[in-house]
């Protein structure tokens, strides 16, 4: 593989969940890109298929109800859906990291961090066949911690993740992302539920990082400002389909989707008076369970015209890097009659 190539491709990969109610059809011929190096957002509201698309590409969508229907998974050139459970396990947190949202759902609180950490660090040196002995992990999770700029580390490793802050807690789980020298790091809403100051916090570490060790990182959250801040590319998700993609600033620029628009009004715009209404789109994100077709977002779309049921209707390519999934593409979307 070349120094420029993708370390990601996710082509046309298509997700359905068997429920009682029926098949839901969960992802619907989600294609994605990552370069190394490269930051790529993935926005949307909460249900579009962000997490799902996520924990697929870790292998850890259970199965079932979940089932694989079609596409492909490119990692480093090869498909991670030809593989073994063993061999996805041993790419999961060393070759590939994630770091979840919610972070005391996944610090065990009968453990200390130093339990924590260095089990996992001593997993990944066995999976890579080079042993590391449990003193030897130590020093590298003290090591990590101050990395991830906690504070006397060396003493702190030692205690429970209820003596931590949410983003202390955070930083520490960002720190056993790293401890596998990972090529990609998938962030899942890390900034969830945290005050501004330490979103700001996060996200800088997660840039510094990124920037210093090279790795494809994709950040998945419901917030456009934190996307226009850190990513080079944006995918817009809705309904378990990109239905805009491109450049973060092509896309904040001159957004082309209508849902694109929807999330940006969205955004509390700084000078806004009070009493005066905030953006807001109408609706909710319909069940993905029954036969879906067209643009799921034509029921709560203002601009919704002929042709949105169009079972045909794809992701079109517009220029190179940029695509929208609208029929009003190839002509110049307006937004002026759209109602507030």
């Known amino acids: 593989m070349t120094e420029n190539s993708n370390i990601l491709q996710i082509e046309e990969l298509v997700i359905h969940f068997d429920t009682f109610e029926g098949v839901a059809q969960v992802l619907d011929g989600v294609s994605l890109d990552l370069a190394r190096g490269q930051t790529l957002g993935v926005v949307g509201e909460t249900g579009c298929g962000k997490s799902i698309t996520s924990k697929a590409v870790l292998g850890l969508l259970p199965v079932p109800p979940a089932r694989m229907v079609s596409g492909r998974i490119m990692f480093d050139g090869e498909d991670l859906l030809t593989k073994s459970g063993k061999e996805i396990e041993d790419i999961r947190g060393t070759r590939i990291a994630m770091i979840f949202q919610d972070p005391m759902t ?29 003193k030897e992990a130590r020093e590298k ?15 702190r490793i ?27 790091l998938i962030a899942d809403e890390p900034t969830t539920a945290l005050d501004v100051t330490i979103q700001a916090q996060i996200l800088s570490l997660l840039a510094s990082i990124q920037k210093e060790f090279r790795m494809g990182l994709i950040l998945i959250t419901h917030d456009l ?26 896309v904040f620029n001159d957004p082309l989707h209508p849902y694109t628009r929807g999330l940006m009004d969205c955004i509390p715009v700084p000078g806004t008076r009070s009493g005066q209404p905030l953006g807001s789109i109408p609706g909710i994100v319909p069940t993905p369970i029954g036969d879906l077709w067209g643009c799921a977002f034509r029921n709560r779309c203002s601009m ?7 079972k045909n209707l794809a992701l079109t390519e517009i220029s190179p890097g940029r695509a929208c999934r609208c029929v009003m593409v190839g002509a110049k979307t307006d937004f002026s009659n759209r109602e507030p």
């Open 225 to 250: 400002g934190v996307v226009a801040r850190t990513a080079d590319r944006v995918a817009v998700m809705y309904c378990g389909q990109i239905v805009e993609s491109g450049n973060v600033e092509d």
């Open 141 to 155: 999770a003290v090591e990590l911690l101050e990395a991830v700029q906690i504070p006397g580390a060396a003493k």
């Open 158 to 184: 030692r205690e429970y993740p209820h003596e931590f802050s949410g983003g202390m807690r955070q930083r520490v789980l960002i720190a056993m992302a790293l401890s596998g020298q990972p090529e990609l």
């Open 106 to 134: 996944y610090l065990n609180p009968v453990f200390s961090i130093e339990k924590q950490m260095v089990d996992v660090i001593v997993r990944h040196g066995k999976t890579k066949r080079e042993p590391v002995s449990r």
């Open 304 to 310: 919704a015209r002929a042709g949105c049921d169009d």
